[in-house]
């Protein structure tokens, strides 16, 4: 079945430590995103790849980084200079550069101890 | 002025009624209009979309649109139970490279 896997589903991390979200897709998508979402709030957009080997920053860059080496695959690190990383993060991807139709993994929750 | 807003909720409704929910949008040159399903603890889902003015119907949703007022809701039918969940109303904005950006969410409680 095509979809987006993404792993761990929940994860612990101390302060200072830097922290992996893996995100893959067997869609034959050309678009992936990283959105955070805090309690009542809605999706932010933390960066964005419309194709192989780019990407770009989205509103709440500051403290994360991304690499898009292979088409279905955009992981994301929260790194130690995220000041609040608690948070979900959920990976989506898209058929097109401009599309709102977004497909989603299963999210990945993390706690800062 | 948030970009896309919605009334946080919750909205009650008893199931077999009509639920209605809102939205509003800052850009007046967006085009394209989303709605998202979120249930607790999971990822969002589409279940419609909408780019003309109008109303737009797929089983027990219908999506409207009114771009001069800049407003988009989603009306479900029948309400069951099992509708109550997060709704996220999206949009894309017309500037640089067309974002979707989320509204926070109306959480939809439906009882029996």
């Known amino acids: 079945d095509g979809g987006i896997t993404q792993s761990p589903k929940y994860l612990f991390r101390k302060e200072g430590q830097n922290v992996t979200l893996s995100c893959e897709q067997n869609?034959?998508?050309?678009?992936m995103y990283w959105y955070r979402q805090d309690p009542g709030q809605g999706l932010r957009l933390i960066y964005y790849?419309?194709?192989?080997?780019?990407?770009q920053k989205g509103d709440i860059a500051e403290g994360y980084s991304v690499s898009r080496e292979k088409k279905e695959s955009f992981p994301l690190t929260v790194t130690s200079a995220q000041k609040n990383p608690t948070a979900f993060y959920l990976c989506?991807?898209?058929?097109?550069?401009?599309?709102?139709?977004?497909?989603f993994g299963e999210g990945s929750r993390l706690t800062v101890l | 002025q948030k970009e896309v807003e919605q009334n946080s909720g919750p909205l009650s409704v008893p199931e077999g009624a009509i639920a209605s929910l809102n939205c509003t949008y800052s850009?007046?040159?967006?085009?394209?209009f989303f709605w998202y399903r979120q249930y607790s603890g999971k990822s969002p889902e589409l279940i419609m979309s909408?780019?003309?003015?109008g109303d737009k119907e797929d089983g027990r949703f219908t999506a409207q649109l009114n771009k001069a007022s800049q407003y988009v809701s989603l009306l479900i039918r029948d309400s069951q139970p099992s509708d109550s969940a997060t709704y996220l109303c999206a949009v894309i904005s017309s500037g640089g490279y067309n974002k979707l950006i989320f509204g926070a969410g109306t959480r939809l409680a439906v009882h029996p």
């Open positions: 989506a991807s898209g058929s097109g550069p401009n599309t709102g139709e977004l497909f």
């Open positions: 790849s419309q194709i192989v080997n780019d990407f």
């Open positions: 850009d007046r040159g967006s085009q394209s």
């Open positions: 869609l034959n998508h050309d678009a």
């Open positions: 909408i780019y003309s003015n």
